[in-house]
């Protein structure tokens, strides 16, 4: 098998482009597939500062990768989990990137620790406030994400969400019926209100399988482990019925995801911006000043429920 480009040994095949790269034109062409995505979602302008939220995984650490290699003001958040041994190696994958890589391009990795606030890890903080382990994560790194952002004047925070995680969302969402995640599902989220950061998603358009090749070409060490927290997630069973369709029909997940944002794009009946809808419910948080739909945010509701039930 050749490289359709430049005829040479290909190293990877990419059925739902019905195409063979070798390692350079591979590279070439994931470059192209996230500047192609920033400019026609309009996420970030060249002299923009950006703050990419990495996990220690391939998505995130290619993320700040290909955004460094093309030439953009790309800081990096880390936030500790206190997930033991899991939170241990990939903290030391990003601080390995960050040291050898990132420096060089004169960026840095900024590091929040979970435990220095809620008085044990995600796993003590979940088992205190009787919620989900992804839960109780997935509303500390938004917070945490967002307030770096806002706090050291962002303009713009990137995320490392891929084509797989996007549909993979979306069929969970239509599942359900969510309308109100299906409304503002898309790789760009606009700063609607003041203490809201713009998030983008600039790996939209490319899979899980081409990210991690992608990490393995250019020799960008990972955590390979899923994180241990994530087992029974109802996204790993979704991930597991688009893959099912997609290795029957390459291409699949591209239709399905990249039709919901065509259609999303053309509204048969005017409705509401988001932006709208946002400045009418949003208010400051009572504690914190983030925007909420509360007096107090979900954040803070959590965090105090954990100092009052945790030991001191």
Known sequence: MNCGKCKTKAVISLPRHNAAFCKGCFTTFMHEQVARAIKSFKMFAPED????????????????????????????????????????????????????VA???????IVHVVEQE????????????HRPTCSTCGTIKRYQF???????????????HNLDDEAARLLGNVL?????????????????VEGFAKKVKPLCRLSEREIAAYAVVNRIDYIVEECPMAKG????????????????????KQRFYWGFLEKQNKPDVPKESMAEKDQRT????????????ADTCSYCKMMAKAKTATPR
């Open 118 to 129: 809620a008085g044990g890890g995600i796993r003590e903080l979940a088992t205190v406030l």
């Open 146 to 160: 967002n307030r770096a952002a806002v706090e050291q004047d962002y303009d713009v925070m990137a995320t490392g």
């Open 103 to 109: 420096a060089a391009h004169g960026a840095k990795l």
């Open 282 to 293: 949003l208010h400051p948080c009572q504690s914190c000043g983030q925007p909420t739909t």
């Open 233 to 252: 997630s109802k996204m790993i069973l979704y991930k597991e019925v688009l893959n099912r369709l997609e290795t029957e029909s390459p291409g699949t």
């Open 49 to 100: 500062r950006i703050l990419v939220a990495v996990s220690g995984g391939k998505d995130s650490l290619a993320l700040w990768h290909i955004l460094l290699t093309l030439g953009y003001r790309a800081d990096a958040l880390y936030v500790n989990l206190g997930i033991g041994a899991y939170s241990d190696e990939s903290h030391r994958k990003v601080r390995h990137y960050a040291d050898t």
């Open 176 to 192: 359900h019926w969510q309308d109100e995640y299906l409304e503002k599902q898309g790789p760009t989220l606009p700063a609607s």
